[in-house]
């Protein structure tokens, strides 16, 4: 009998005689087989009996198994080249007991698939999950033929002496392909995983498959495989091939041909175990190593779509639209520049007239907005006589000199102002411009004992003027600012080399594992190139370093043109005006440069340890545009690029620890808020006294002893209200966020630190407007139009920032809810349109600071106010 049901089972559905030369080896199978069930049952002392019987689908079988018998279940279908229907094996087990599990095993033509029930499956620190009611879709491997009956038999067997009940019950899938742009709906759960075949139509090269629930948990996976057996479809294996992410609500994998050469794939849904990989609470940990747990309902309705993806041509044309949005730029530029240059042609052939020169030329004081009496003739007088004769007038060389000496001495006054400024033009003549930068030294002029002395005096006064702050040797501060520019560059390439590199990687292994949950993409709108996943959002960066290229072409151009106004001996080059320093100029076009090359690398595979990347030059071009807010009416004493640079490092240091340390550890934002605190009350004192003081063992004595003589004693105000007023609020601005730090403590610490520069920035430059009108200058209409430009585009900006289509504070399932489909030219999504508007944004604010003081570049430089 048992011989009889093993023939049968191993050659059902045989036709036609045994060959000849298959007899004896048949024969001496036949010999080995009785030989082994004679051993097998002197040994254990028992025959188990295997029953085969012909079943059929969609019908429920409900028999018992021991470990006595087993039973054999076949079953044939008819599959067709050009059709492929699925088949699922349902089992329930009615036994409560879970020692002794059945086991299930389908053989297949080319795959074998076996099971237990009760199903164990592991979570986190080994926990364990029984499931009495597994379901199973067989792999469908393709056939040659047009059609083709195929068989299949489901052993059941058990090594349990009692007998335990189970349900068995094998059907058809008839939704098993699923077409484009139709949803299909399923239930799906860890015990009973689901698949679905695509195949790819005509003329479509690339597919988007999103997977939707409307349950955020149960945690669940969804994968793309290949046609090929076996499927991995259970949560301890569905990581082994393919390409796979997890998801709460929503998930999406852009699919292409060539990655499938039959054309077609699987689509895998598998619920997790757990959901601790979506962010969701761990279960607690059983008191038995060995203890099953109960996991409850984790089925999960979910629904599936396949979609077109975008062809060539939508490639093409955002790339186009791309590269046309900032080329306009630079054929504006030429038009401006164009009319600029003949309304200056036009202004200088209106000089060549004396009725028509300009008061800097013929010595004439400036009419309103710089008339007698303003901030400006305080610094007029203090520079021409205070200072001039401050060995023999020492008291009056403090405070507020008044409008008399002027309003008694005009004349004399003006012909002081020429006698002045001919020597100094005497002297810029007959200094060799030849001199090689390299000869000259700042050290040159501060080391000296009496120029010391001089300095405490000039910078210490009541009321400034930048010719106070503007009488180093132009060589000299011209090779300090280059400086900038050099370091940057040298900077830039040591940094960008390795962050290219390591993106390089990043993309290779996400290629290679087919881990989804490496990069955090707006999977919605992810559209690849080549082996990027993303080349819409690298894109998207091309206009930092277009419009920071066509930054330092306009900073170029002014610089040439001020370079041949001194070679002519131009007195409003030489005298007037805002001095021109263009190296902290040439930095900022060239960290706005790399910003957008390191924006784009962090955008191959955006994640938390690689955010640094994408604001690291956001520090460094806040950090500039501060410096040079500062440098325009404190040339002399502004910070070396080494010492900002080092100041930067510090910051991005600090990013760093943050971002790997910060999340949630209290000690790193307590050192953190401390030194955030200390370092704007130095900054403070650093600016409120223009340099001139001492960080040493007796600086508390000497802030006691001020304390006491002017507030106390005399109830004097600040002598500086003004520098008084901006940092009274930018320590107000500066508390607050290291209190909301302290309090909050922000996961995104590299973004709450770019806050803490952009705040810092925006006070500062609106203070800078607001006593540049207050002091009677004005701004010109180009600057003007400029500064409302830029307004309007960084709110626009702002408001698709904040859109946040991807956070990696969450976990790579949480962080696609907030992915949404593109919205411009069904190519670039909203942080693509971030990085439009961003780029454009800080081109404007450049030209801001290179335009707002046009204005001054006719006015004496002893007549403007440093503030």
């Not at 077409?179 to 015990?191: E, G, L, R, V, Y």
Request: hydrophobic letters at 40%; one cysteine or more; a neutral charge.
């Amino acid at each position: 009998m048992v011989l009889r049901s093993c023939w049968k089972s191993r050659h059902k559905g045989s036709s036609g005689p045994v060959p000849c030369w298959l007899r004896p080896g048949l024969a001496a199978l036949l010999w080995f087989c009785v030989s082994q069930l004679v051993c097998g049952s002197v040994a254990f002392g028992e025959i188990k009996n295997v029953i085969q019987k012909d079943a059929e689908f969609d019908v429920t079988y409900n028999d018992t198994v021991t470990s006595e018998n087993q039973t054999i279940y076949a079953f044939n279908h008819t599959v067709s080249r050009n059709k492929t229907e699925g088949v699922r094996v349902t089992v329930d087990v009615l036994s409560q007991s879970l020692e002794s599990p059945i086991l299930f095993v389908v053989r297949q033509k080319q795959a074998v698939l076996s099971f237990q029930v009760p199903l164990i499956l592991r979570g986190l620190y080994q926990r364990k999950y029984p499931y009495k009611h597994v379901g199973r879709t067989l792999c469908q491997p393709p056939t040659r033929a047009a059609s083709e009956t195929q068989y299949f038999f489901v052993d059941v067997s058990t090594l349990s002496s009692q007998g335990t009940n189970y349900h068995l019950r094998v059907s058809r899938v008839e939704s098993f392909t699923l077409q484009t742009d139709k949803k299909f709906s399923f239930i799906a759960s860890p015990s009973q995983p689901q698949y679905f075949k695509y195949v790819f139509p005509d003329g479509v090269d690339t597919v988007i498959v999103k997977v939707s629930s409307d349950m955020a948990f149960p945690c669940s996976v969804m994968s793309i495989q290949d046609i090929q057996c076996p499927v991995y479809d259970l949560d301890n294996n569905v990581a082994f091939i393919g390409m796979y992410q997890t998801m709460t609500k929503k998930g999406a994998i852009t699919v292409q041909r060539k990655d499938f050469p039959s054309n077609s794939f699987y689509v895998v849904v598998v619920v997790k175990t757990e959901d601790e990989a979506c962010g969701g609470p761990l279960r607690f940990y059983p008191l038995r190593p060995d203890e099953l747990i109960d996991a409850g309902n984790r089925s999960k309705i979910v629904d599936v779509v396949v979609t077109p993806a975008i062809n060539s041509e939508v490639y093409v044309m955002g790339m186009l639209f791309c590269l046309g949005i900032f080329l306009s730029f630079y054929l504006l530029t030429l038009l401006v520049a164009c009319v600029e240059n003949k309304r200056m042609n036009k202004r200088r052939e209106m000089f060549q007239n004396p009725a028509d020169m300009s008061p800097a030329e013929t010595g004439k004081t400036p009419a309103s907005p710089y008339e007698y009496g303003s901030f400006a003739d305080n610094c007029s007088t203090l520079s021409s006589e205070a200072v001039t004769d401050s060995a023999t007038s020492t008291d009056n060389n403090y405070g507020y000199m008044g409008q008399e000496p002027f309003k008694r001495r005009p004349i004399l006054n003006h012909l002081h102002h020429i006698a002045v400024r001919v020597e100094r033009s005497l002297d810029s003549v007959g200094r060799s411009r030849q001199e090689s930068l390299s000869s000259v030294e700042e050290d040159d002029y501060d080391t000296l004992d009496d120029i010391n002395s001089d300095k405490n005096i000039v910078r210490t006064k009541k009321f400034l003027c930048v010719s106070d702050l503007a009488r180093k040797d132009k060589r000299v501060l011209s090779k300090k600012y280059q400086i900038y520019f050099w370091n940057i560059a040298t900077i830039a390439v040591f940094y960008a080399l390795p962050v290219i590199q390591l993106v390089i990687t990043y993309q290779t292994v996400v290629n290679v594992t087919g881990n989804q949950d490496i990069c955090y993409y707006n999977f919605m709108c992810a559209h690849p190139l080549g082996a990027l996943s993303a080349f819409n959002n690298i894109l998207s960066n091309l206009g930092y370093v277009m419009l920071g290229l066509l930054f330092l072409l306009i900073v170029l151009k002014r610089d040439i043109v001020h370079n041949r106004a001194l070679v002519r001996n131009d007195l409003n080059a030489l005298e007037c005006g805002i001095p021109k320093h263009f190296g902290l100029f040439y930095a900022m076009g060239t960290a706005l440069m790399m910003e957008g090359l390191l924006s784009a690398c962090y955008h191959v595979c955006p994640n938390y340890t690689n955010f640094q990347f994408d604001t690291s030059f956001m520090y460094m071009i806040a950090g500039l545009c501060m410096l040079k807010l500062y440098q325009k009416r404190h040339p002399d004493i502004n910070a070396s690029a080494y010492t900002a640079y080092a100041c930067l490092a510090a910051v991005i240091f600090f990013s760093v620890l943050g971002v790997v340390f910060g999340r949630g550890n209290t000690v790193f934002w307590i050192v953190f808020s401390v030194i955030h605190i200390l370092a704007t009350l130095l900054l403070s004192t650093q600016l409120y006294y223009m340099g001139r003081w001492r960080l040493d063992s007796g600086v508390l004595r000497r802030m006691v002893y001020i304390i006491y003589t002017d507030s106390i004693r005399q109830c004097s105000g600040p002598m500086y209200i003004d520098r008084m007023v901006l940092l009274v609020m930018g320590n107000i601005v500066n508390w607050s966020l290291a209190a909301y730090g302290l309090i909050e403590r922000p996961n995104d610490f590299a973004s709450y630190l770019l806050a803490i520069a952009i705040c810092n920035l925006l006070l500062y430059f609106a203070f800078y407007i607001i006593m540049k009108l207050r002091s009677g200058e004005r701004i010109q209409c180009l600057a003007l139009v400029c500064i409302l430009f830029t307004a309007v585009v960084w709110g626009f900006a702002l408001y698709f920032f904040f859109q946040g289509l991807s956070t990696w504070q969450k976990t790579p399932a949480e962080s696609r809810e907030h992915n949404r489909d593109c919205i411009l030219l069904s190519f670039f999504d909203d942080h693509d349109i971030w990085h439009f508007l961003s780029s454009i944004a800080m081109f404007g604010s450049f030209l801001v600071l290179l335009t707002m003081d046009d204005d001054l570049d006719t006015v004496q430089r002893d007549k403007i106010y440093v503030f």
